[in-house]
């Protein structure tokens, strides 16, 4: 069985995928690993296991700091519907957190570009489309505007 690393993935990458490598040597992927996601290669990482290896790296203050925090907003969250995470740590949409959006979305009966309008984008603003099909990372101002819409229509 051969060893998984870098230099396998590349090889796999240039053997069987061969315009996702080409995207590789070209710059359009940050490393072989982001590329071989892209191919199906590999899976992301999930945010709990992102939390579990920065976990291991963090000083005992930040750990401290960090579960302060996490005991605050465990008692400040109200709603009795449970609060979704967002993002993954690539910052694209996890998909729970999609499949919410597009249950409002269908609730509210609208179109991606309506609901954009409603979160106070334009109509023709593409990103909410591109992020809802898992391509694309989304920006700070449409999390906002996308924690609002979540929290506003948690009764849905």
Do not use: C
Not at 36 to 43: N, V
Not at 62 to 73: G, I, Q
Not at 130 to 141: C, Q
């Amino acid at each position: 069985m051969s060893k998984r690393d870098r230099a396998y993935f590349e090889r796999r990458l240039k053997r069987d995928h061969p315009a996702i490598y080409k995207d590789l040597l070209d710059g359009k992927y940050a490393s072989v690993r982001e590329a071989s996601i892209a191919a199906g290669l590999q899976k992301p990482r999930s945010p709990l296991q992102v939390m579990k290896s920065e976990w291991g790296k963090s000083t005992k203050a930040d750990k401290d700091e960090f579960l302060n925090w996490v005991r605050s907003a465990a008692v400040t969250t109200s709603s009795s519907v449970a609060p979704i995470a967002l993002l993954g740590a690539d910052r694209k949409l996890l998909p729970a957190a999609a499949a919410r959006i597009e249950h409002i979305r269908k609730a509210l009966n609208l179109q991606p570009g309506q609901l954009m309008v409603k979160m106070g984008f334009k109509a023709l603003d593409q990103s909410l489309t591109n992020a809802l099909g898992g391509t694309h990372k989304i920006r700070p101002a449409l999390e906002v505007g996308l924690n609002k819409l979540i929290a506003d229509h948690a009764h849905l």
